[in-house]
């Protein structure tokens, strides 16, 4: 299994790596011992369409070279292109859409009596719950909470609508029962992830809310650190606030996707919150709950956006000193509103205006991280370094697994998995270094 995009793809995989293993498939991280070999694919922007693209031309390989006797591409690509696809990649076996995928090994076992390409492409309607298995691919000390399915924010330059549908919450007491399980097999952090997770409950007329999921969540015996992504702006309340300062487990951290600062821009995406509004909130944030890291995802080169637009979003990052962030080049993706705006930007200017905020985040970051120099962080322990075994890593609360830095241990012993006092000691531009206390 090859799981490309983003987290909430990843969860899918995993179910569907579940469903195969109690279907007694026995799952290999060599390639070249596969006989079966699935893709699970993005197709949010291009650069993902073409990662995707490459990943099955590359295990195409496989059918030639090592056991494999049938591809599958399963996701977003082929919910999107199942037409295309087709045609143009003959090598592919099956193909199967967002909606499709629990039905894994019951299509496998339906590929054995055809010789012919295979397509399980349906609406995007399905969302999965606790009763069927899924193989945690992280870690055993985390692991992603997935509380619904598809958005139905419609951003005008998004098709994840499109490819996932509209907005699904998962019962309350199936992600309960989700996170016992998998506190039960040890997990100790709990990463809450959905399109928009501020909107949890808002189908649902049980009366449950995010603030009650997240108190459900802080009473599992061994969850240790919970921490939201993907907070749209417009969803994050006084009391979804007040909760995070005082609930301990929830981890001082959030992830609140703005995309851009000027009002202009922000109305052409069709984004619900103003300038004002993300100001606003981000002083508030801050006030009750000192010492919150923020992290935050923009989009630089949407269709109109002018000198004057940019200069307010170098200045909106360089006033606001983001501690984590990451900066997109605008995609135009058919089927969207903005790809028949006009004042289309060029690639250029794009790839100069990228350039120039990662340049000012790089410092930014830096300046922040030298400022944790001398406090105390609670890090989870996961291995050793890279270049290194003379040293430890990890991560510290304020630092989300695989899009955030990593903290370097240079003094003190512990056992992967554990949650540890360390004090900070040096840094880098995304990375800290520190030793641990007792």
């Not at 699935?38 to 995707?52: M, P």
């Not at 109109?304 to 000193?321: K, R």
Request: charged letters at 30%.
């Amino acid at each position: 299994m090859v799981s490309l995009g983003c987290p909430k793809n990843l969860v899918d995989a995993e179910v569907m790596l579940g469903v195969l293993a109690k279907d007694d498939y026995e799952i290999t991280t060599d390639e070249k011992d596969a006989d079966v070999i699935i893709v699970n694919t993005c197709s949010f922007i291009k650069e993902a369409k073409q990662e995707s693209i490459d990943a099955i031309l590359d295990l195409a390989e496989r059918k030639h070279d090592g056991r494999c006797h049938t591809l599958i591409v399963s996701g977003c690509l082929p919910q999107r292109y199942q037409e295309e696809l087709a045609n143009d990649l003959p090598e592919v076996d099956i193909f199967i859409g967002t909606g499709d995928y629990p039905r894994i090994a019951e299509i496998l076992a339906e590929k054995k009596g055809s010789d012919g390409q295979l397509r399980y492409v349906g609406d995007p309607d399905y969302i999965y719950d606790e009763t069927l298995p899924r193989l945690n691919s992280s870690p055993a000390w985390y692991s992603y909470l997935k509380i619904g399915e598809g958005c139905s924010n419609c951003c005008s330059y998004c098709v994840i609508p499109q490819l996932r549908g509209a907005y699904r919450s998962r019962p309350l007491e199936s992600l309960v029962a989700e996170a016992e399980r998998l506190a039960a097999r040890g997990v100790k952090e709990i990463n809450v992830i959905s399109q928009d997770v501020t909107r949890y409950g808002s189908d649902l007329d049980d009366g449950s809310t995010l603030e009650t999921l997240l108190r459900r969540l802080a009473a599992i015996e061994g969850i240790r650190w919970i921490r939201l992504l993907y907070a749209y702006p417009d969803g994050i309340t006084d009391s979804l606030i007040e909760l995070i300062r005082d609930e301990p487990k929830i981890c001082k951290y959030l992830d609140i996707p703005i995309q851009h600062i000027a009002d202009p821009v922000l109305k052409r995406m069709n984004r619900r919150s103003s300038e004002a509004q993300i100001r606003n909130l981000i002083a508030t944030l801050r006030r009750e709950i000192p010492g919150i890291a923020l992290r935050t995802s923009l989009i630089v080169g949407f269709p109109g956006e002018t000198v004057d637009d940019f200069a307010s979003l170098m200045q909106f990052i360089e006033q606001t000193q983001f501690d984590r962030l990451g900066v997109f080049c605008y995609s135009r993706e058919e089927n969207t509103p903005a790809a028949s705006m006009p004042e289309q930007v060029s690639e250029r200017v794009k790839r100069e205006r990228y350039r120039k905020l990662m340049r000012a985040q790089a410092r930014l970051s830096f300046r922040r991280n030298r400022a944790l120099i001398g406090t105390t962080e609670q890090v989870i322990v996961e291995g050793y370094s890279e270049e290194t075994d003379l040293l430890l890593r990890g991560r510290s609360s304020r630092q989300a697994p695989d899009i955030d830095g990593q903290v370097y241990i240079t003094a003190g012993t512990a056992e992967v998995g554990d949650i540890v006092s360390l004090k900070v000691t040096d840094s880098s531009d995304y990375d800290l270094i520190g030793e641990i206390v007792v």
